[in-house]
């Protein structure tokens, strides 16, 4: 039902216009916005920055791009994860202009889905189509040696896996520009590779976490009575849990990987939203509009999630702006204190861990840059969360 | 009006402020008081350092035993708290060893220091039967426990009964002791063992069982097992020093037995402290808040370039028959490590001599056998494999393996090569050999997955001989049987041969070990075994490193004999002692 | 009226706990690893005597090998009478370990609460008061970026640049007192304790201010805006009543609440931070635990998180209940 008819000026602004119009007041929401999006880049675009194979090399006269070839299974899927949400954020600023307001919600709805359903599709695609591979071929003795010209490296000309035990514990110098670890592997390297750990499991966690405590909330605040009274009981029950220790004691016994991490965070971390949303739904379900759409005879998930859930959502998207600096420290944390994904993945925490060798030795480019990193993230996220805050309540107009 | 109300406020808030950082200060500076009064005490204590040799192998001043020189206390840092001070549990470890054999409890017999040989302790000698299948001990005449009760046959019996009791939580000793088929009072000084196979002039093989500390009967003993079980402390053997104090969490206190029946140590009391952090260790040693410290070899590496340091502390390198060695087990059950030549591709794209240059610092060395390094057991004239990743990449192509897929990984028969790699996460340089070994192997086209996990884990995985590919280290406290590690035999699910290693000319060598007396024999014998593991590699045998010790200047008599550190020997002079 | 409320408030507790157990003890009992194979061998080297067989035989003497809701009955019998069990790698009875080290934790949190409230509470007030002008702006940003400071970073580099001998020892690197503590007199103790103190607390407060003083703020900006505040200024107060007794007393309601949503985000900064600075405390010993599928010590740990925990909310609950007269005890809990 979607009409694309040229803006009205009856149609005035919508409440997304009004939020963002509010958040981009202040220029610190924006510089945190333009970082986040710059983090994005980078993280999407880690194998272009960061690679020891180079975009282009001539071997015996014949023209070969090492790093196209290399690239993994890992790395399409996060393009088209993406690309697709590059996307998704284009049509969401062309909606307010585009179409009618009554149907925006249901074309957001319907794209959402849709390009959910392709990123979905498309990881699967890529699982079953494109193999693993490996190269292990040294491109760079390959031109030191004249065997092979015209070579364009990378702007960091090192892989996240490399290791170099002749230069370990270099600190910054002119080859590796934030030094190397204990391997010998570049810090720079592993920080913009670790970029892409550390903004997945936010994604992902809080993605895991806000889906389950919507719908946990929306069925409680609903159907209140017994339903709410037992059903809370069970939130109180996992909520009084110290989260951190729930998730070392399931990081203890299932198997360390970085998808295990991200499902176990999202599943501890859902009992705030969903008492955000049970309080909205309990205040929402009493209304008129409510009414209306049941009198009508909508059936129930479409009167939860089409009528009242857009108009209680707005804590839930403060809430995961929030989750994901959270869960971005809680992955740091974990993985400083030996429970993350395992040496080989590049992630901040573990990079942090390694800052003080065994012998004491304060190496202070293995602190300071991934702690940096760390840090300005989730300052970056946390700041975000504020700014949305602020712009999306009322009350809060500068003059008081 | 409202401004300055405002800074009212404001003034309270920055009073709270003021009061808060007064506070921090001067807790900072009681501390940095007290420590300083402290060590400005122990400086006016101690006379000036003299100029002493430098170097790894360090030598003292001659044997001195005057008696004035008695007293003082020897304080050692622990990275690891021991779990029991009862040498017989399956909790005991390492560190139970250490403090409890032979400063507490003594063995029948007890590790010569100058010669690898036993030599007598409890048992003043030992009479082996022609075939070999009977052992007799003559226990000492008059000797007694801390309090007073004599060591008797009944007490030897009590302790190997007690150990393969199976309501006796060690399970793990008991399995060493499946050569012993009985035990039996002769005399109330005489005991006599009864092996399964015969045994060795010099007692090789079956060293270890000879050097388990004897319990006392009457303290020990007990109706429910349990009882032992939980008796982790209090512990009184007959050895020269006796068990004083244990402040869980800090310490471990020895005083010396002056009811001893050999010679009395010098050194009064012997301390043990639990400090975690190996920074920490070093930081305690340089306050002379303990003695003695066991360095990593980059702090050795560190320190042994300070002068100042040198001049206050013995820096001790050296090697001993039990030093540790660390290898890789391949498990030949898979279809990669089946092939001979794909182990020796491995072992050939390890650079051992890089590792040990710059993890190690220089201080290890490579082996090719599980025998010791300088021992007669190991044939010194094989050179451990070189780095030489081409060798690995024919090796592979001729085992069948190549990429035939054009995906970079090499393949055989659809199956790729890519294969798991273990090992505990308990030490910080298995985490970096992983990482090298992942580097190194993908650069011959092999996919090495690393799966650091805990020892619990491994050791499962291990047991059910679920894994590809696993690092670890054989130690001290553990006879290195070459029948356990390495006889088809012991390829089930109750046997240590987890890589599954079946080679029938060394199970007739092993076998021919298990009967043979003479130890000519023996060594010979496992240097044929050394050729084979040397070719068969079932293991890649990385490297060893040598015991590293840094040791207070103040004590005297700090000799490094060949199997090591004698501390029984050690004395301060009157004049340098630090505790009363 | 309310004190049905206390005793139904009271009664629900008893099902959350009762949950609470289930869910931890369900979870360290899922996975096949358990605690039997782990002392043999601590420092990556293998003991050659670790065979099957001795596993078999060591599960069994541990009783791990029965059913799991005989495991958990016996289980729960046994904490009803506050026996937790043995630890398997201390080898000591774990309410010793507990009592060992919750105090340790306790002080810890108490001094890390104390200046949290002792720096937010008048924080807060100030950036209400000066709403909207560079002492709120400001501070604001400040109180945000201590708040997104990761605590392992903060611990580490204050370690590195504030301990060792480099820098003249300023603070110890780990440990909860010197060796040599036991022998000296009270409050040379007591200060050599504060002193190993002073940064594992400070770790732990620098986050908590921003949580606090935004609400502290946030709840007098609130009340700034109400009729009353208007009414007692016409009045001729004075601005300092008028804020500090009228304004500030409103507005602190819903600080008790924060304090037991304050007490789980303690416990994971506790983990982290005893780890770093090595005190011996419960973040410690449950890592430890977790480690090392110490079954007992988890579940002890667990269970006594969960009461503290659940008791705080209670007691929230009640406080705010009691302190807040808008608040009807008719309300669904």
């Excluded at chain 1, 049509?91 to 990123?119: C, H, K, M, Y």
């Excluded at chain 2, 790894?56 to 003082?72: F, I, N, Q, Y």
């Excluded at chain 2, 690891?80 to 560190?95: H, Q």
């Excluded at chain 2, 507490?104 to 000698?125: G, S, W």
Aim: hydrophobic share 45%.
């Amino acid at each position: 039902m979607k009409r694309l008819v040229e803006q009205g000026s009856d149609w005035g602004i919508s409440f997304g216009q009004i939020v963002w119009r509010r958040f981009v007041k202040s220029w610190l929401n924006v510089v945190c916005l333009v970082f986040i999006a710059i983090l994005l880049l980078v993280a999407v675009l880690a194998p272009f920055l960061a690679n020891d194979k180079p975009y282009v090399i001539r071997i015996a006269g014949r023209l070969h791009f090492p790093l196209f070839a290399g690239l993994q299974r890992g790395d399409y899927c996060v393009f088209l994860a993406g690309f697709v949400g590059f996307w998704q954020l284009i049509q969401l600023s062309r909606n307010s202009r585009r179409l009618e307001p009554f149907v925006r919600g249901d074309a957001l709805w319907r794209q959402l889905s849709i390009n959910s359903t392709i990123i979905l599709f498309g990881c699967a695609l890529v699982f079953v189509s494109i193999r693993p591979s490996l190269d292990g071929k040294d491109y760079k003795a390959l031109v030191a040696s004249g065997k092979a010209s015209d070579a364009i490296f990378t702007p960091v000309p090192y892989g996240y896996t490399q290791t170099d035990i002749r230069s370990c514990h270099q600190p910054p110098n002119r080859e590796h520009w934030l030094g190397t670890d204990d391997v010998g592997a570049d810090v720079l390297c592993r920080l913009i590779h670790g970029s892409r750990i550390s903004l997945s499991v936010g994604f992902v966690a809080v993605g895991i976490s806000s889906i389950i405590g919507v719908v946990v909330g929306a069925f409680l605040g609903y159907f209140g009575g017994k339903v709410d009274f037992f059903g809370m009981r069970l939130v109180e029950m996992v909520m009084a849990i110290p989260m951190f220790f729930l998730i070392i004691t399931m990081l203890a016994f299932f198997p360390r990987n970085l998808f295990g991490i991200m499902i176990i965070i999202g599943v501890t971390s859902w009992t705030g939203n969903a008492r955000l949303v049970r309080a909205e739904f309990l205040k929402l379900r009493k209304q008129d509009f409510v009414q209306a759409a049941l009198s009508l005879g909508l059936p129930l998930r479409n009167v939860l999630f089409r009528h009242i859930l857009p108009n209680g959502i707005t804590p839930v998207l403060v809430n995961a702006t929030f989750g994901i600096s959270g869960a971005i420290f809680i992955e740091a944390a974990l993985s400083f204190l030996g429970f993350g994904a395992g040496p080989a993945t590049p992630s901040w925490g573990q990079m942090l861990s390694s800052g003080v060798s065994t012998t004491g030795r304060f190496l202070w480019w293995l602190t300071l840059f991934p702690g940096l990193a760390i840090f300005l993230t989730v300052l970056a996220y946390n700041m975000l969360g504020q700014g949305l805050r602020d712009a999306l309540d009322p009350r809060l107009e500068k003059r008081v | 009006m409202r401004n300055r109300q405002g800074i009212a406020i404001f003034l309270l808030f920055f009073l709270l402020l003021i009061i808060i950082l007064l506070q921090i200060l001067s807790m900072v500076q009681s501390g940095r008081l007290y420590q300083r009064i402290n060590y400005l005490g122990q400086i006016v204590e101690r006379t000036a350092a003299n100029a002493r040799e430098e170097g790894p192998e360090e030598t003292s001043v001659t044997d001195g035993a005057e008696r004035a020189d008695e007293g003082d206390r020897l304080v050692w840092a622990f990275r690891v708290e021991p779990k029991t001070l009862n040498p017989i549990s399956a909790e005991a470890d390492i560190y139970t060893t250490w403090i409890t054999i032979p400063y507490i409890f003594e063995p029948l017999l007890t590790h010569d220091y100058d010669q690898e040989k036993l030599k007598p302790c409890l048992a003043q000698r030992y009479r082996i039967s022609d075939n070999g299948l009977k052992i007799t001990f003559i226990l000492k005449d008059e000797i007694c426990f801390s309090d007073g009760a004599p060591v008797t046959a009944d007490d030897v019996i009590f302790t190997y009964q007690t150990i393969i009791n199976p309501n006796v939580d060690a399970a793990n000793i008991a399995s060493q002791l499946t050569d012993i088929t009985a035990v039996r009072w002769v005399d109330d000084l005489v005991v006599e063992f009864s092996l399964k196979r015969a045994c060795s002039k010099s007692l090789d093989g079956l060293t270890w069982v000879w050097t388990i500390g004897i319990l006392p009967k009457h303290v020990y003993q007990f109706h429910d097992a349990q009882e032992f079980n939980r008796h982790i402390s209090d512990p009184i053997g007959s050895g020269p020093y006796v068990f004083q104090k244990w402040n869980v969490g800090k310490e471990i206190i020895l005083r010396r037995n002056e009811n001893y029946w050999g010679n009395k140590p010098k050194l009064e009391k012997m301390v043990y402290r639990f400090i975690s952090n190996p920074a920490a260790c070093i930081q305690a040693l340089r306050c002379h808040e303990v003695d003695i410290v066991i360095p990593e070899p980059e702090q050795f590496a560190d320190m042994v370039n300070d002068e100042q340091f040198k001049r206050d502390f013995y820096c001790l390198s050296y090697w001993t028959p039990w030093t540790p060695f660390y290898y890789i087990g391949w498990n030949q059950e898979t279809a990669f490590f089946a092939d001979r030549r794909v182990r020796l591709a491995m072992t050939h794209i390890i650079n051992r001599k890089q590792i040990i240059k710059h993890l190690l610092r220089e201080y290890g060395m490579e082996i090719s056998s599980p025998f010791y390094v300088f021992g007669p057991q190991n044939d010194q004239t094989i050179e451990p494999w070189p780095y030489d990743p081409d060798k690995a990449r024919e090796l592979l192509d001729q085992a069948g393996w190549r990429d035939t897929d054009g995906d970079g990984l090499r393949d055989r028969d659809g199956t790729a090569f890519r294969f798991r790699f273990m090992y505990s996460n308990s030490y910080a340089l298995y985490n970096r050999l992983a990482r090298i070994l992942k580097d190194e192997a993908a650069k011959v086209g092999i996919e090495v997955i690393i799966e650091a996990c805990e020892w619990a884990i491994l050791s499962a995985r291990l047991n059910s001989r679920k894994f590809d590919a696993y690092i670890a280290g054989l130690g001290f406290n553990t006879p290195k049987d070459p029948y356990r590690l390495f006889h088809s035999s012991q390829t089930n699910e109750a046997g240590l041969n987890y890589v599954h290693f079946c080679n029938a000319r060394a199970d007739a060598i092993i076998e021919q070990v298990g009967s043979t007396n003479d130890d000519e024999q023996r060594d010979e014998l496992y240097r044929q075994l050394h050729r084979i593991l040397h070719d068969e590699q079932p293991y890649t045998f990385l490297f060893t490193r040598p015991t590293l010790r840094f040791v207070d200047r103040r004590f005297e008599n700090v000799k490094v004999h060949k199997m090591g550190l004698n501390y029984l020997q050690w004395y301060v002079p009157r004049a340098k002692q630090k505790y009363k | 009226m309310m004190k049905t409320y206390i005793i139904r408030r009271l009664l629900l507790i008893a099902p959350t706990l009762f949950g609470i157990t289930v869910i931890v003890f369900l979870i360290s009992r899922i996975a096949p690893r358990d605690p039997t194979n782990l002392s043999l061998g601590g420092s990556g080297q293998i003991d050659a005597e670790l065979t099957a067989d001795v596993a078999d035989a060591r599960r069994m003497l541990y009783g791990l090998n029965k059913p799991i809701h005989i495991q958990y009955a016996e289980w729960l019998g046994h904490v009803l009478r506050l026996d937790f069990g043995y630890s398997v790698k201390h080898h000591r009875p774990v309410i010793e370990l507990i009592k060992e080290r919750l105090p340790v934790t306790l002080i810890l949190n108490l001094m890390a609460f104390t200046i949290i409230y002792a720096v937010s509470v008048p924080a807060g007030v100030l950036m209400a008061v000066r709403h909207g002008r560079l002492f709120d702006r400001a501070g604001s940003l400040i109180l945000m970026m201590l708040w997104s400071l990761p605590v392992m970073w903060v611990g580490q580099m204050l370690i590195g640049y504030f301990t060792g001998p480099a820098f003249k020892d300023w603070f110890p690197p780990a440990g909860l007192s010197s060796s040599f503590a036991d022998q000296l007199p009270f409050f040379a103790w007591l200060s050599d304790s504060l002193w190993h103190l002073a940064l594992p607390v400070l770790c732990l407060s620098y986050g908590g201010f921003a949580y606090l003083a935004n609400q502290v703020r946030s709840g007098m900006l609130d009340n700034l805006r109400m009729d009353y505040v208007r009414t007692a200024r016409a009045k001729g107060l004075p601005e300092t009543v008028v804020i500090l007794r009228h304004v500030f007393r409103n507005s602190i309601i819903p600080l008790i609440t924060i304090t037991s949503t304050l007490l789980p985000a303690m416990f994971a900064g506790s983990v982290i931070i005893e780890r770093i600075f090595s005190i011996p405390g419960m973040g410690l010993l449950a890592f430890e635990a977790v480690s090392n599928r110490d079954y007992n010590v988890v579940m002890a740990v667990a269970t006594i998180a969960g009461v503290l925990n659940s008791i705080g909310l209670l007691l929230a609950d009640i406080a705010y209940a009691i302190a807040d007269p808008r608040i009807s005890f008719e309300v669904a809990v």
